[in-house]
């Protein structure tokens, strides 16, 4: 069925106001397709990656090559979603931090033209690549079928306001594995 707007009623996730095109640090998370656990499992408070986890492994790497503005300082892959902090590179002497400006602050932003690479850009690059990579490993290496799409149609994003909140997201990515099943993506395998 076609998205048709006046039945579909989809929302944006997005900050509303929010100028996506400026420079920064963002976390995301994206989950696969109801969660299936695909990409490897947890044993022993460690994430050990399957055939698939590893083509994830790959192409996060490729996200540098492709994008030469981005960045990404710190990942996770879990078995059901992934977790990465994206650096859209600044200028030099440029301040790291982004916040978002209240929308009657002076000098708010508004969108305009942008001169990187668009976070959503890069996740859907990333989304589009890793699926057809693992469409390949259904049909020649055996991998587990999924349901219509390998990942959720959005994806969690959270913009980083200071070094504080981009330490507590760094350990929460490291540690992820160790505490896997009070995680709110946990789902056994």
């Not at 149609?153 to 980083?160: M, V």
Request: glycine share 6%.
């Amino acid at each position: 069925m076609r998205y048709n707007p006046d039945i579909h009623h989809r929302r944006s996730i997005r900050l509303k106001d929010y100028d996506y095109t400026q420079r920064g640090l963002y976390y995301i998370t994206i989950c696969t397709q109801n969660r299936a656990c695909l990409f490897g499992e947890i044993a022993n408070d460690n994430m050990y990656l399957n055939q698939s986890g590893n083509m994830i492994v790959k192409w996060v790497a490729e996200i540098e090559n492709k994008f030469n503005d981005i960045k990404i300082p710190s990942f996770i892959i879990m078995p059901n979603h992934f977790h990465a902090i994206i650096n859209t590179i600044t200028p030099v002497g440029a301040d790291l931090r982004v916040c978002p400006k209240p929308a009657n602050a002076p000098g708010k932003h508004i969108q305009g033209k942008h001169i990187g690479s668009p976070l959503h850009g890069v996740v859907q690059w990333f989304k589009t690549m890793t699926t057809n990579e693992y469409i390949r490993g259904v049909k020649t290496m055996g991998w587990k079928s999924f349901d219509r799409k390998l990942w959720q149609r959005n994806y969690y994003e959270h913009i980083i306001c200071n070094k504080q909140s981009y330490i507590k997201i760094v350990e929460y990515i490291e540690n992820n594995p160790k505490k896997w099943i009070e995680d709110k993506m946990y789902m056994s395998p």
